[in-house]
């Protein structure tokens, strides 16, 4: 093992793993996180708590993570390079390892013409490759990535995304290779909707071998209705929904909409169980997180492993 | 080049207004090139401002002077015989050449009348776009000759990012993704091979974070 993360257990054990998301509140309100996380206890191995998503600003993800953690609950810091340098990214790692949170996801992030302050200075001192290898340098040599040695380094377990479905899409499996020559241990996925595409992908992920290097889980995204569908297809870059999804969706009345989107989302997993390649599922339910326990319920993914 | 725009008339009205007699400079260099800032755009702007000046009944006199280089200080010399008869300098060069007049003519305010934008290149008749971001330590030797520093949006040194779209920059679909620019280049140089190497964290010290650089040739210094 090469850190205590509980993530890095179950999936060192065989289980499909379990992720989900808690995005923090756009405020100081601890109570918001610790309600969204509570939700998720016995449900999901470990939480994502995103940095900054969408480029606007809310409690840092560190923060939000050192109250999860405080539950007794995993958090994944998430950190992307858009807003700090790598002494402030590295400071921030030592500062969650010292609250007892060991597993990240590192990202580039949004750029910030997405969010509400697209007059901000946009950092990217480093990107998401450098920063997995920063974090590896950290746990694995014990040094900074300026060279200093660290006293009592962090070992986080290191994650990272992928999406299969961006362009080109000749280049996504090598660039995931890539990020495993970084030294990522564990991949959260895009959302999935276009399964055959997702397929090719992951088919040329195991010719490569790459899946017996590093874990990856599947992103899954209930659709709540035909406009969201719609949405996603034409203004999300980098998402395929596939149009018979967004046909099926609209297909039903309003009313059942929701239900249609968390069955597509059940089919959607229980087609990937049986993928090679895939070693859980990352569920991120976008304002609709009081509907993960009954996926993953109804998923046949309980009861979580203990380990 | 270095690329400039012209200031909105409004601002540059505003910075010369306390005065009565300006020396308005032009720049035979870059900003002659991307026709912000030359010989033609200081006898547009001298008269555009006058007959600004004039609707509100002003008088302005301008002085107009087409320097060969104004960030060399031989040429930015040969305003000597006129400063002590104007009240200010209006300079369309770029931010190099302002600097140059307040460096050398520490007694007369001088005032840009464009805005400096970037280093890049002419893509067809009246489009430029950034090339270059004085990085101090060139990349293009190792991504097909197209720079991500100043052309992804994220500068990426392993892009591309998730967002890269039918060729396509997230943020703007007028944008090309400089890492699809990158892939097809050295596709067709045969270099696939050359982008699974991770180009590690950049040392940004030759870069403006270092602070303030500066070129000191000993062999050409005097």
């Known amino acids: ?307 | 080049m270095i690329t400039a725009e012209r200031k909105p008339l409004e601002e540059i009205i505003e910075y010369v207004r306390p005065f009565g007699k300006i020396l308005l400079v032009g720049c035979n260099e870059c900003v002659t090139v991307c026709s912000a800032g030359g010989r033609k755009e200081v006898g547009l702007l001298s008269s555009a401002l006058q007959m600004a000046f004039m609707k509100e009944g002003k008088m302005l006199e301008i002085k107009e002077m087409t320097l060969e280089r104004q960030c060399d200080p031989e040429y930015v010399e040969e305003l000597s015989g006129h400063i002590n008869q104007v009240d200010a300098v209006l300079s369309m060069a770029c931010g190099c050449g302002v600097q140059e007049i307040a460096q050398r003519y520490r007694e007369k305010p001088v005032f840009p009348a464009v805005n400096t934008k970037f280093m890049g290149a002419s893509e067809r008749q009246g489009v430029w776009s950034e090339r270059c971001q004085g990085c101090g330590n060139c990349l293009l030797g190792l991504t097909g000759g197209i720079c991500p520093v100043a052309r992804c949006s994220k500068r990426l040194l392993n892009g591309p990012c998730g967002g890269s779209t039918k060729g396509k920059c997230e943020i703007n679909p007028e944008i090309d993704c400089a890492w699809q620019l990158i892939w097809d280049r050295l596709k067709a140089l045969g270099q696939e091979e050359r982008y699974s190497d991770i180009i590690p964290a950049k040392d940004w010290r030759p870069s403006r974070d270092g602070g303030p650089r500066k070129i000191i040739r000993e062999d050409l210094a005097s």
């Open chain 1, 1 to 307: 093992m090469k850190t205590e993360s509980v993530l890095e257990k179950i999936l060192a054990a065989g289980h499909l793993a379990v992720t989900s998301e808690c995005g923090p509140p756009r405020g100081a309100l601890p109570e918001k996180v610790k309600e969204k996380a509570e939700m998720l206890r016995g449900y999901v191995d470990a939480i994502n708590v995103t940095d900054n998503q969408t480029a606007v600003v809310r409690m840092s993800s560190l923060s939000a993570c050192i109250l999860i953690k405080q539950l007794g609950l995993d958090p994944i810091l998430q950190m992307v390079t858009r807003d700090r340098n790598r002494l402030a990214m590295q400071s921030d790692i030592l500062g969650a390892y010292a609250h007892g949170i060991n597993n990240m996801l590192c990202l580039s992030g949004d750029h910030p013409c997405f969010g509400d302050h697209p007059m901000a200075a946009n950092v990217y001192d480093l990107d998401s490759m450098q920063l997995i290898q920063v974090v590896r340098k950290m746990r694995d040599e014990g040094r900074f990535q300026g060279g200093d040695e660290i006293e009592n380094p962090p070992k986080m377990f290191i994650g990272a995304a992928a999406n299969p479905f961006a362009d080109p899409f000749e280049l996504r499996a090598i660039r995931l290779a890539k990020k495993v020559k970084a030294g990522v241990d564990f991949i959260q996925t895009q959302c999935i909707y276009n399964i055959d595409k997702f397929g090719k992908w992951m088919k040329e992920i195991c010719e490569r071998g790459l899946n017996e290097k590093v874990s990856i889980l599947a992103g899954i995204t209930p659709l709540k209705s035909a406009g969201m569908a719609n949405y996603m297809r034409n203004k999300v870059p980098g998402m395929d929904v596939p149009e018979e999804l967004v046909k099926r969706m609209a297909g039903v009345p309003k009313k059942d909409q929701a239900d249609e989107g968390i069955k597509i989302c059940l089919e959607t997993i229980e087609q990937l169980k049986t993928m090679e390649g895939i070693r859980g599922f990352h569920i991120m339910a976008i304002e609709w997180e009081q509907k993960v326990p009954e996926i993953v319920e109804r998923a046949g993914l309980l009861p979580r492993p203990q380990v």
